[in-house]
């Protein structure tokens, strides 16, 4: 193969590897949509059925697979560091009892700019999580809304479609919230797609 055939291919690979994250370096705003999937601890209290004035109360904590829609924003202050925004509401049941979550986090996002772009964040913010009524053996439970403090420790991993659409493979979370004055612990995991400008 000749020297100029070398170096033309030398300089091809360049553009491929080195142009997309210097490209993606000079991005200002990203925004996430994408499907979410929590596997997560519910906060439900009941009263048994009975024929007195008085009767028994209890508290449940099951888990319930709750999924729905997350999104984020992030504004890059530098080449890899970022202030975010996320919101996320999810749905589903636990053991029979409709239940709904919604987080609204902030923090700092680290990435790493290229073709595969890996990415951690921290964020702090409130959780909102209502259920509704249903039946638990014999106790009978109540809707209830509550709203805590809630804070994500995560990471992904973002592949280029385009200059301006990314492919998010992977995000997984590490969910805290403090429903009731107790520590509740979940996993988040979300996909869906990435646009940068």
Excluded at 26 to 33: G, M, N, R, S, V
Excluded at 116 to 130: D, K, M, R, T, Y
Excluded at 145 to 173: E, M, P
Aim: proline residues 5%; hydrophobic residues 40%; glycine residues 12%.
């Amino acid at each position: 193969m000749s020297m100029r055939k070398l170096s033309s291919l030398a300089v091809l690979a360049a553009l491929v590897f080195v142009v997309p994250a210097s490209v993606h370096a000079q991005d200002k705003i990203e925004l996430f949509a994408g499907y979410s999937f929590g596997h997560v601890p519910v906060n439900l209290s009941g009263t048994i059925l009975c024929p007195g004035p008085v009767c028994p109360s209890s508290t449940f904590a099951p888990r319930g697979n709750l999924s729905g829609l997350e999104i984020s924003g992030v504004y890059k202050t530098n080449h890899g560091l970022g202030l975010e925004a996320d919101f996320s509401g999810v749905s589903g049941s636990a053991q029979g009892v409709t239940t709904h979550l919604q987080t609204y986090l902030f923090g700092t996002q680290v990435s790493a700019p290229g073709r595969i772009s890996p990415f951690a964040h921290l964020l702090f913010g409130v959780a909102h999580e209502s259920t509704g009524s249903g039946l638990i053996g014999l106790y009978t439970i109540s809707p209830a809304a509550n709203t805590s403090f809630a804070a994500a420790l995560g990471s992904g991993l973002d592949f280029d479609l385009t200059r301006f659409v990314s492919i998010r493979a992977i995000q997984f979370d590490y969910l805290l919230t403090r429903f009731h004055g107790n520590t509740q612990t979940q996993p988040r995991v979300s996909v869906g797609l990435v646009l940068h400008f």
